[in-house]
T-cell receptor, first 117, second 113 residues
């Protein structure tokens, strides 16, 4: 079945440092890939997405490129801020999974990011 | 446009009781999905409803059920609560196609004592 693996966390950085959170996936065909962010006490917010190979999703300084050859969708940001402290989830939806794909996102385990001033 | 809303935000129940959670999707969205989030298991898919029909279901016991109304609002019910049902329950709405983006509500925090 489909699966998503995120780098082991938590990640602690100083403000203005470079961020990378690794994400790899297993799926049949061509899934759509997402990064969601969860702030304390809140639900998930879509950060960015990519729907086909070599697509780059970007938002609020975050970027991720859909790499089919390495089945990866790593999240990057050039200069993090204290306000970026949150939990980040990589996820996929697999339209090739037939009826078992309706409304289903498969998530990684989440990566806790803490940014210090 | 208003986002996904969930009520109540917090619930405390005791073992053996049942609970009903509610989710109102974004206007125009016909699909509602439910997820359970726990520290140990992460985010797990419960089920999805579209036009009042369950289209997909995750691997949860029959104690977990749901329904959707003609206005696309959805409820999920958990009967005979167990301690392990303590979790954040999230619902998400999307227009209806598999490739559409899901938008999440703030969640309902259920504590079972």
């Amino acid at each position: 079945g489909d699966s998503v693996t995120q780098m082991e966390g938590p990640v602690t950085l100083s403000e203005e440092a470079f961020l990378t959170i690794n994400c790899t996936y297993t799926a049949t065909g061509y899934p759509s890939l997402f990064w969601y962010v969860q702030y304390p006490g809140e639900g998930l917010q879509l950060l960015l997405k990519a729907t086909k190979a070599d697509d780059k999703g970007s938002n609020k300084g975050f970027e991720a490129t859909y790499r089919k050859e390495t089945t990866s969708f790593h999240l990057e940001k050039g200069s993090v801020q204290v306000s970026d402290s949150a939990v980040y989830f990589c996820a996929l939806s697999d339209p090739n999974a037939g009826g078992t794909s309706y409304g289903k996102l498969t998530f990684g385990q989440g990566t806790i990011l803490t940014v210090h001033p | 446009k208003a986002g996904v809303t969930q009520t109540p935000r917090y619930l405390i129940k005791t073992r053996g009781q049942q609970v009903t959670l509610s989710c109102s999707p974004i206007s125009g969205h016909r699909s509602v999905s439910w997820y359970q989030q726990t520290p140990g298991q992460g985010l797990q898919f419960l089920f999805e409803y579209f036009s009042e029909t369950q289209r997909n279901k995750g691997n949860f016991p029959g104690r977990f059920s749901g329904r959707q109304f003609s206005n696309s609002r959805s409820e999920m019910n958990v009967s005979t609560l167990e301690l392990g049902d303590s979790a954040l329950y999230l619902c998400a709405s999307q227009k209806g196609e598999v490739t559409d983006t899901q938008y999440f509500g703030p969640g309902t925090r259920l504590t079972v004592l």
